[in-house]
């Protein structure tokens, strides 16, 4: 995706430097309605792939439907490497797959990924919400209210990792389905499915302060093993899935995102629109004052607007 | 000449294709609210927003514009002349919004939670904004109406049998809701401009989100800006398209001066529109993707082009002048807006896996024309039995 | 009151001895650590600190070998880098180690793991010996995983794999490239609840099947001339003498083990190599040879003493290893085509019979210089020295054989 290369390089700048002036623009002294986001705990989860260490077993895929209760299937059937030939996607069965890559390094040990939801630091999925079904919570995990989602799909149409997906052939309580990093196993003192069941603790849980310590040793201490690149440092603000591999990133089909947060400019634009109810109420005076000014220069003006200057004080719950 | 109901039958052979087209459209509904979505549409896990979110409502949206333009024209800026077009406008503005709050109750999942975002808020929502301000705008859109419900009511209340005994005490109420609304009117009129305004910009700021998953050509952080402007360039260009249609329809003589006028005033109005879409091209140095002419350029460019050419042709002073070029240059702009917000919200959508194209099904497509047939329909109804369209008495 | 002093005095003296006599766990920490400047709590806290600590220094170790600070604290360490190449002290035979090691502790949804130790330890020699899996092992015993792998996956210290990962990364590295099937219970595992608990006997006194090893290996190189290389493998072996270690020291299993399947033994990968690491294995011994004595237009011919040096090896000589002659240092020496080359001297009870002469009975009770002239043996003896009328080849003092 040619366009994808475009936007991180040239267009970037230019797209911020626009997206600083419209914000700016729109802003009105900088009188933003800030969100009360429940402040990130220092203890956050941090969760490392290290696709040089995950051999593919799927066992992860198994556990996390297991724990989630969708249909599974013997665990041994997970030992099929059909699945492979083709590139997957985390779906309503499945919440997290595992797929495979060429190791030019060495054919006989191929990469592979796991893919899941990322957890963002900055979720564009919970400022997209419409009625904030979708929450960040304070350990780092995004998670899904079942009772509040409206169904709309705002979400997926935000996440810059195409992560949550929807029950399409569900007429009644269609569900978005995504990884929920397991809190109800995690609410009991348990570890996420797929971290628990890895063989080779290619995931790697943990604080994410000292999960990204780690990452960082492993990077430094095999330098011919990795690439120097975390990827979920810096992606769209940060993630709490965090990757390691030794090929680059979008060889391994991991979308090539900037250090911006996703819902940034949009909240920026929004809270622009919405200063505190600033511009509307200032719009709705103006308006109302050329409205009189109108009337008032017409001496056999039309017979509709009877009142006086409307008072802008009293159209507040506007 | 004064607003009066149209003494028209209902019934003509237009009206039959167009019901049969509604059928058509409610069938595949009920296949939708039966089986869900992804059995009447070729949405998936990719492509989350499809024909009834870009065309169904964002396109409702921004052609119910003709509301809140007229409204400010004629109310606030009190030009009076143009007072004969502010009904046929609020009824296209109401039954537009109807049209789209039906659309959002189909599209969404879980349509019987529609009343949610009213007590669970999330002010981060572009949609959220959207979601509200369309709510409050149509209830306000249906108060704007309401004097022309009492209007048809008051002095002519006749109940059948033994209702009769109500026919007073409801004539004596309607006149009391036409007083009190007209002594209050204007504090909806300028609740409804400041409405519009509010989430026809907010419905660009719904596709910023989606970051590199849009196409640069349509990907600016200046699209509210841009919507906003589109919303306000194709008001008139709608009210000329439907007073046209409706005065063909109904063999009425079509209000040529006004309509002209209306004409003259988009060519500012689309001007400035062009300029901003334009510039931002300029400035963001997209027009290498337009440069490209594959389908997605080529989308970009008639988009830009249909409305260039009715930039062009209104332009000329000919075009004014002529119902036929008139109404010509008005459905360019309004298939130019069209385009535009069919590109933002699905040709532009691009996601980094996507495997298949997303083109509309045949159940989408029979859904949308389905609940425009009967828009329509309504809208024919309405303007027979109420007096909405002003012309002279027969 | 001023007798108090007679009873204070005596008191302080002897708790000062005793306090000398039995001062704490001094004797085990001086065992291990050389550092008199600090007292003896101090002393103890460092033991203890050391003791638990995943560093496990087991054995008497200078400071200086971790520590670059003349002071190490607890939160200024300042340490070296890792210096385990040098301390690093487990080098057994497989014999001495276990023959199977079970693996349990922690089976979920499989059972345990009978792991056949020998046979892994026996072909370890070739990559690199035992410390390719008993890596970090530093002074002292071979230690379990689970004195620096953490049980628990949810810890403290995320820089170690836990145990359970501890393990699988040991096995999968070689177990994935040799086998690319994904199923636990192929090879190492059962399911648990599928009947038998763990493969209990399968692997008792295993030992890694006998190599099949080649005999001469025919190489064709890209370049123009001198195109072929011949390898006589077998060569190697019986007539040098050389161990599969001398050459295979750092091979991975995959070497041999490699293919799709498990099981499919002897197919060979090959890996692009660089000129470098072509060369390396012959290089050792052959580090002075022209280019030409391996590469060559057609196949080489196996060795052959009498081809290349003209000496035909009979009957004792054919007997004798090479070492005898041309000595234990590799590349071997030279020897000339002489018997006091190797027999420097001859004495009185030489049987001259083993040259190949059997002397007439009038020369037996002659002594070697009457005539090996000089005691040059290397000389055949003329007969005109002694004899006026007798000249060699054509009369001779005994029988050849």
């Given amino acids: ?318 | 000449m004064k607003p009066l109901p149209v003494k028209k039958n209902f019934f003509s052979l237009g009206v039959i294709v167009l019901a049969v087209l509604a059928v058509n459209g409610l069938a595949f509904l009920s296949i939708r609210f039966y089986s869900g979505l992804g059995a009447v549409t070729n949405l998936d896990n990719q492509t989350p927003w499809g024909l009834w979110i870009g065309v169904d409502v964002a396109a409702g949206v921004a052609l119910a514009a003709g509301g809140f333009t007229s409204a400010a024209l004629a109310h606030v800026f009190h030009r009076e002349s143009y007072h004969a077009i502010v009904r046929p406008a609020l009824l296209t503005a109401m039954l537009g919004y109807t049209f789209v709050a039906f659309a959002v109750c189909i599209d969404i999942g879980r349509f019987y939670y529609i009343w949610h975002p009213l007590i669970m808020w999330n002010g981060n929502s572009a949609l959220f904004e959207v979601g509200i301000c369309v709510m409050i705008y149509m209830t306000v859109l249906y108060i704007e109406f309401l004097p022309i419900v009492t209007e048809r009511f008051i002095g002519k209340v006749n109940f059948p049998g033994a209702l009769a005994a109500f026919n007073k005490p409801v004539d004596a109420l309607l006149k009391l809701l036409d007083r009190g609304l007209s002594k209050t009117m204007f504090v909806f009129i300028i609740a409804g401009v400041v409405l519009s305004t509010l989430h026809q910009s907010s419905l660009g700021t719904l596709m910023v989100i989606a970051g590199q998953k849009m196409h640069p050509l349509w990907q600016t952080p200046v699209l509210p800006l841009l919507f906003l402007l589109s919303a306000i360039a194709v008001g008139f260009p709608m009210i000329i398209f439907e007073s046209l249609i409706a005065s063909k329809s109904f063999r009425l003589k079509p209000e040529m001066k006004i309509l002209s006028n209306l004409g003259s005033m988009t060519v500012p109005l689309l001007g400035i529109y062009l300029a901003f879409k334009l510039g931002d091209m300029f400035i963001r140095e997209t027009f290498i993707y337009a440069a490209k002419f594959d389908y997605t350029a080529w989308m970009f460019l008639s988009e830009i082009g249909l409305l260039l050419l009715a930039f062009l042709m209104l332009l000329s002073r000919k075009t004014s002048g002529s119902p036929a070029m008139l109404f010509t240059a008005a459905s360019l702009i309004i298939a130019g807006v069209l385009l535009n917000r069919f590109n933002n919200f699905i040709t532009a959508y691009k996601p980094f896996y996507d495997t298949v194209t997303y083109y509309p099904s045949i159940g989408e497509i029979s859904v949308t024309i389905g609940c425009i047939a009967l828009l329509v329909l309504i809208y024919r109804f309405i303007v027979i039995y109420f007096p909405v369209i002003s012309h002279e008495k027969k | 009151m001023k007798k108090i002093h007679f009873i204070l005095i005596p008191i302080v003296f002897f708790g000062y001895v005793l306090s000398k006599v039995f001062q704490p766990d001094s004797e085990s920490v001086k065992d291990k650590f050389t550092v008199e400047s600090i007292s003896s709590t101090e002393q103890n806290e460092m033991k203890k600190f050391h003791d638990n600590s995943s560093l496990r220094v087991t054995q008497k170790l200078n400071c200086k070998s971790c520590h670059s600070s003349e002071y190490p604290t607890k939160d200024d360490p300042g340490l070296l880098g890792c210096p385990r190449s040098e301390m690093i002290s487990v080098y057994h035979s497989p014999e001495e180690g276990p023959e199977t090691v079970l693996i349990n502790e922690m089976s979920d949804y499989y059972s345990g793991v009978e792991f056949p130790h020998k046979v892994h330890a026996e072909m370890s020699e070739m990559s690199g010996g035992c410390t390719g899996c008993h890596h970090y092992n530093t002074t002292g015993p071979v230690l379990n995983c689970r004195k620096c792998h953490e049980s628990s996956r949810s810890r403290e210290d995320v820089s170690l794999p836990d145990l359970k990962a501890a393990y699988h990364r040991q096995c999968m590295t070689c177990h994935k490239q040799w086998s690319n099937d994904n199923g636990c219970s192929t090879q190492c595992h059962t399911r648990k609840g599928s009947g038998s608990i763990i493969n209990t006997g399968t692997s008792k006194n295993k030992t890694h099947p006998a190599l099949n090893l080649p005999t001469k290996l025919v190489w064709e190189t890209n370049s123009k001339t001198n195109k072929i290389v011949t390898f006589f493998h077998d060569e190697h072996i019986n007539k040098f003498n050389l161990s599969c270690t001398s050459c295979h020291n750092q091979e991975s299993c995959i070497k041999c083990h490699a293919g799709k399947n498990r099981g499919d033994i002897g197919k060979l990968s090959r890996k692009e190599k660089s000129i470098e690491e072509h060369h390396q294995p012959c290089a050792n011994c052959h580090f002075g040879n022209s280019c030409q004595k391996c590469h060559r237009d057609k196949e080489m011919l196996s060795f052959d003493h009498a081809r290349s040096s003209g000496w035909v090896l009979k009957s004792y000589h054919a007997k004798v290893s090479c070492t005898k002659c041309h000595g234990t240092k590799m590349p071997y020496r030279k020897v000339e085509h002489k018997c006091v080359t190797c027999h420097k001297s001859f004495s009185a009870e030489f049987d001259h019979k083993l040259a190949g002469f059997t002397f007439s009975e009038g020369h037996t009770g002659l002594e070697c210089k009457n005539c090996h002239s000089g005691g040059d043996f290397t000389k055949t003896p003329v007969c005109t020295d002694c004899h006026d009328d007798k000249s060699f080849p054509q009369d001779l003092p005994g029988t050849r054989k």
């Avoid at chain 1, 997970?78 to 060429?102: H, I, Q």
């Avoid at chain 1, 979308?255 to 709705?284: D, M």
Wanted: proline letters at 6%; hydrophobic letters at 35%.
């Fill in chain 1, 1 to 318: 995706m040619i366009y994808i290369e475009h936007m991180n390089n040239i267009d970037r700048r230019n797209f911020l430097k626009t997206a600083a002036i419209g914000a700016a623009s729109l802003t009105l002294g900088s009188a933003t309605v800030k969100a009360a986001d429940k402040p990130l705990s220092d203890d956050r989860i941090g969760i490392l792939v290290d696709t040089t260490a995950c051999v593919g077993c799927r066992h992860c895929e198994w556990a996390c439907r297991t724990a989630h209760g969708l249909p599974a299937g013997e665990l041994e059937s997970y030992s099929d490497n059909s699945v492979f030939k083709e590139y997957r996607r985390p779906g309503n069965e499945a919440l997290t797959v595992v797929n495979e890559f060429e190791n030019e390094k060495n054919p006989l040990l191929p990469v592979f990924v796991k893919s899941q939801c990322m957890h963002c630091e900055k979720p564009a999925c919970v400022s997209a919400c419409i009625v904030g079904a979708l929450t960040k919570n304070e350990d780092g995990s995004v998670t899904w209210n079942d009772d509040k989602c409206i169904g709309c799909r705002y979400c997926m149409v935000a996440c810059q990792f195409q992560i949550p997906t929807y029950e399409w052939q569900k007429s009644i309580d269609p569900h978005i389905m995504k990884c929920d990093l397991c809190s109800e196993r995690r609410s009991n003192g348990k570890l996420p499915a797929c971290i628990e069941i890895c063989p080779n603790e290619a995931l790697l849980f943990g604080k994410r302060s000292d999960v990204l310590k780690a990452a960082k040793n492993k990077i430094k201490r095999k330098p011919d093993t990795y690439i120097n690149h975390i990827y979920g440092e810096h992606e769209v603000g940060g993630t709490t899935w965090m990757y390691i591999a030794g090929k680059k990133f979008d060889k391994l089909k991991m979308p090539p995102l900037g250090t911006a947060t996703a819902p940034g400019i949009s909240e920026a634009i929004q809270h622009g629109i919405f200063a505190y109810f600033v511009p509307p109420v200032t719009l709705f005076a103006l308006l109302g004052t050329m409205m009189w000014v109108t009337k008032w220069k017409k001496t056999n003006g039309s017979d509709e607007p009877k009142g006086k200057l409307p008072d802008v004080n009293d159209e507040k719950e506007k």
